[in-house]
């Protein structure tokens, strides 16, 4: 890998972990009579963040030819199961998906 | 305390009839409401905020405080005050004659450019192209949306500084812009963002405001 291409995933990597400190509460406030559910808003959409970090890199090392088609299936296939099981978890508790990628989309 | 608005020291009265407690430095003054501790804020005082301060706005120059700075009592949002007051006296000269105009530019297909499958991918492969096809859309609507982005601050033909933007903050919005402008600058701006609006076929132009320079002020 050249200086360039390291120093351009540097940043890149800083910018998401500049997201991620935005996807973080102050403060969590959370319903005491509801604590299972704003917990696991909070826990999926910091997964599901993670596991949009992992598809991009996917995605790029894809683009650019650097994976073989074997670990093109098998990161592919992962990172379905992964989306699936996390709207399975949500909709468990009664979250709804598109609120997770709102909260996601909102600290871009 | 709830702070809501700075305004010159010879403004200061401007809140008396608005029921705003006054707090003066040397070089700016502080209008507030009493807050009590631990109270919960909800959308009416958001709301209530917003109108606070532009019932300030519509009479003197000021800048807005955003909602939830708070302070224990007017002597703790003195002592702020006083810290900071040669910094809003000069933001205050600035802005504080100027207005904020909200300009949003919607696609006209809601950010839906091609229809998404909810049907499983039927291999890893199948998953990840499925994901590179979303990605190059979206980097074409960046690209697009930075255009349109440029275009809207050649006609707003004002200050740099006085324009910021963010271009696909949502999937339905190609760019959010923010502009500060003097009054009598407004209806010419908004005849000429119509006639950008009507050369767009991508596009739907929303101007709102006047409002006090909201996006422009920190004043935390």
Same mark, same amino acid.
């Given at each position: 890998?050249?200086?360039?291409?390291?120093?351009?995933?540097?940043?890149? !990597? *800083?910018?998401?972990?500049? &997201?991620?400190?935005?996807?973080?509460? @102050?403060?969590?406030? =959370?319903?005491? %009579?509801?604590? $299972?559910?704003?917990?696991?808003?909070?826990?999926?959409?910091?997964?599901?963040? !993670? *596991?949009?970090?992992?598809? &991009?890199?996917?995605?790029?090392?894809? @683009?650019?030819?650097? =994976?073989?088609? %074997?670990?093109? $299936?098998?990161?592919?296939?992962?990172?379905?199961?992964?989306?699936?099981?996390?709207?399975?978890?949500?909709?468990?508790?009664?979250?709804?998906?598109?609120?997770?990628?709102?909260?996601?989309?909102?600290?871009? | 305390?709830?702070?809501?608005?700075?305004?010159?020291?010879?403004?200061?009265?401007?809140?008396?009839?608005?029921?705003?407690?006054?707090?003066?430095?040397?070089?700016?003054?502080?209008?507030?409401?009493?807050?009590?501790?631990?109270?919960?804020?909800?959308?009416?005082?958001?709301?209530?905020?917003?109108?606070?301060?532009?019932?300030?706005?519509?009479?003197?120059?000021?800048?807005?405080?955003?909602?939830?700075?708070?302070?224990?009592?007017?002597?703790?949002?003195?002592?702020?005050?006083?810290?900071?007051?040669?910094?809003?006296?000069?933001?205050?000269?600035?802005?504080?004659?100027?207005?904020?105009?909200?300009?949003?530019?919607?696609?006209?297909?809601?950010?839906?450019?091609?229809?998404?499958?909810?049907?499983?991918?039927?291999?890893?492969?199948?998953?990840?192209?499925?994901?590179?096809?979303?990605?190059?859309?979206?980097?074409?609507?960046?690209?697009?949306?930075?255009?349109?982005?440029?275009?809207?601050?050649?006609?707003?033909?004002?200050?740099?500084?006085?324009?910021?933007?963010?271009?696909?903050?949502?999937?339905?919005?190609?760019?959010?812009?923010?502009?500060?402008?003097?009054?009598?600058?407004?209806?010419?701006?908004?005849?000429?963002?119509?006639?950008?609006?009507?050369?767009?076929?991508?596009?739907?132009?929303?101007?709102?405001?006047?409002?006090?320079?909201?996006?422009?002020?920190?004043?935390?």
């Amino acid at each position: 890998m050249t200086a360039p291409e390291t120093a351009k995933i540097e940043l890149e !990597l *800083r910018e998401e972990i500049a &997201r991620l400190r935005s996807l973080l509460p @102050e403060r969590i406030d =959370l319903d005491p %009579d509801d604590i $299972e559910r704003g917990l696991a808003g909070l826990v999926l959409t910091l997964v599901e963040f !993670l *596991r949009q970090v992992l598809e &991009r890199q996917a995605i790029r090392r894809m @683009e650019g030819g650097t =994976l073989s088609d %074997d670990e093109v $299936e098998r990161v592919g296939v992962a990172l379905m199961r992964l989306e699936q099981k996390i709207g399975e978890i949500a909709a468990q508790f009664g979250l709804d998906q598109d609120d997770i990628q709102l909260r996601i989309g909102a600290a871009s | 305390m709830l702070l809501r608005a700075i305004v010159a020291p010879d403004d200061a009265t401007v809140g008396d009839d608005l029921g705003l407690t006054t707090v003066s430095g040397a070089a700016v003054a502080a209008l507030g409401s009493p807050w009590d501790k631990g109270r919960v804020a909800g959308e009416p005082d958001l709301l209530d905020h917003h109108r606070i301060i532009q019932s300030v706005f519509e009479r003197v120059p000021c800048l807005p405080a955003r909602f939830g700075s708070v302070f224990p009592d007017e002597d703790a949002l003195h002592s702020r005050l006083v810290k900071r007051e040669v910094d809003f006296a000069s933001q205050l000269a600035r802005l504080g004659h100027r207005c904020e105009l909200a300009i949003t530019c919607a696609w006209r297909d809601n950010g839906v450019s091609s229809p998404v499958s909810i049907v499983p991918a039927s291999s890893g492969r199948a998953y990840l192209e499925r994901g590179l096809q979303r990605s190059r859309g979206d980097r074409e609507r960046e690209v697009r949306a930075e255009a349109i982005a440029a275009r809207l601050r050649t006609e707003l033909a004002t200050e740099p500084a006085f324009v910021r933007h963010r271009t696909c903050p949502r999937p339905a919005v190609a760019v959010s812009m923010s502009a500060l402008v003097t009054r009598d600058e407004i209806n010419g701006i908004s005849s000429r963002l119509e006639r950008v609006g009507a050369q767009l076929p991508d596009v739907t132009i929303v101007v709102q405001g006047p409002w006090a320079p909201y996006t422009f002020a920190v004043s935390k």
